[in-house]
């Protein structure tokens, strides 16, 4: 093998690393994402949970006061 043919090895080589690299950050980015609106969808059916509890607590309350 010449020395061209070596560093075109070597080049397609550090492009290959450099492409699987990039893939597995862009997994890691796209599960941080996904994790992250989980968490926020979570959050929100917890937040209208508690929202829907207070509702019927005030009209519990509003209807003993009658």
Do not use: I, L, P, R
Request: proline share 0%; glycine share 8%; net charge negative.
């Amino acid at each position: 093998m010449n020395q061209s043919q070596n560093a075109s090895q070597q080049t397609g080589q550090a492009v290959g690393q450099a492409q699987e690299k990039g893939s597995n950050m862009m997994d890691k980015a796209n599960n941080a994402a996904q994790a992250a609106n989980a968490s926020v969808q979570e959050g929100d059916q917890q937040m209208k949970a508690n929202t829907q509890e207070a509702a019927d607590a005030v009209k519990s309350t509003d209807g003993a006061h009658k």
